[in-house]
């Protein structure tokens, strides 16, 4: 079984759904400390626009799981607007919309949880047959372990033969300590350029930038350009 580890972050980047789509069973790691200025909440659209969902009490010492939303803020209703005004001319708008406006009518009163939603909407429009699943919901996993360690014991748990893990990882982790475990690491490389979507599109915008200009089964194939290294 091939299996993929990571936090949830909020509509993220097109290679997050290629690391979905490589795998067979992709698990949320919620149950991590919150990084502040990470990419959790945060994420860029284009014309370099910045938006943070906010959080109440943000605190590196929480877990990403117990991070609260703060609904009261006003700067939520303020994105889905912006939102609307920059690619309400795009060519899929309505459809991808509608998406956007459902996780958020969600009213998750977790980060983690409205992360995950924002994961699980795209994954499923993009037709990605990938099984998810969530580190805080399993009491097999233990959370005393950090880094490699803690990892290698989830994917014996899961009984994965490999574990594939963004290319950012490389600096992080040995294949030989997962090889000494019974367990192959690969890391996956995107080959896609940076103007696959429109001219100005830019690699690490939020997947709604791309996913407003693509159809579905566009987006699919785009997801396949990667390499496993």
Request: hydrophobic share 40%; aromatic share 14%.
């Amino acid at each position: 079984m091939k299996i993929a580890i990571m936090q949830p972050y909020i509509f993220p980047y097109i290679a997050y759904f290629q690391l979905i789509a490589a795998v067979d069973k992709f698990i949320f790691l919620d149950n991590v400390n919150f990084i502040k200025k990470g990419w959790i909440n945060r994420n860029r659209l284009c014309d370099d626009f910045s938006f943070t969902i906010p959080c109440v009490n943000i605190s590196q010492n929480k877990y990403i799981s117990e991070t609260e939303i703060d609904w009261q803020n006003t700067m939520i209703n303020k994105l889905i607007k912006t939102i609307e005004m920059k690619y309400s001319q795009a060519k899929y708008f309505s459809q991808v919309f509608e998406i956007i406006n459902g996780v958020f009518a969600s009213k998750a009163k977790h980060i983690s949880n409205l992360a995950m939603r924002s994961i699980r909407a795209f994954a499923e429009y993009f037709n990605l047959a990938t099984e998810f699943a969530v580190a805080s919901e399993s009491k097999q996993y233990s959370t005393d372990l950090k880094g490699s360690h803690r990892l290698i014991d989830i994917l014996q748990k899961e009984r994965a033969s490999i574990y594939i893990n963004a290319i950012g990882g490389m600096q992080l982790y040995s294949k030989q300590e997962f090889a000494s475990s019974g367990i192959e690491l690969k890391f996956l490389k995107t080959t896609l350029t940076e103007n696959f979507a429109k001219d100005d599109y830019v690699s690490f915008y939020s997947i709604i930038d791309v996913a407003m200009h693509n159809s579905p089964d566009r987006i699919g194939e785009l997801i396949k350009n990667y390499e496993l290294i």
